[in-house]
């Protein structure tokens, strides 16, 4: 059985990182650096959803690689879309 108390703190850390997002977009920083915090903070996020939400930390190894793959490919995508805006 899990925690309940373990969930609850996954569950404020996203809701504390996803406020500190929206303070980063507004906060008047430069393009680039405003775009590498929420980047950072977004892989974060993701890693601790995939790893307790979707029960990647209790799996085959193999599996979370294979998910990080994934997770790089999503990454490298965004990246690219984000060049093609500019």
């Given at each position: 059985m899990t925690s309940t108390k373990l969930y609850t703190i996954i569950f404020a850390f996203l809701f504390v990182s996803a406020t500190v997002q929206v303070l980063v977009e507004f906060a008047g920083l430069s393009y680039w650096l405003a775009f590498g915090l929420i980047m950072v903070l977004s892989a974060?996020?993701?890693?601790?959803?995939?790893?307790?939400?979707?029960?990647?930390?209790?799996?085959?190894r193999s599996l979370t690689y294979l998910?990080?793959?994934?997770?790089?490919?999503a990454l490298a995508l965004?990246?690219?879309?984000?060049?093609?805006?500019?």
């Open positions: 974060v996020k993701a890693v601790i959803v995939a790893a307790y939400f979707q029960h990647l930390r209790w799996e085959p998910v990080g793959i994934g997770l790089a490919a965004t990246l690219a879309a984000s060049y093609s805006i500019l």
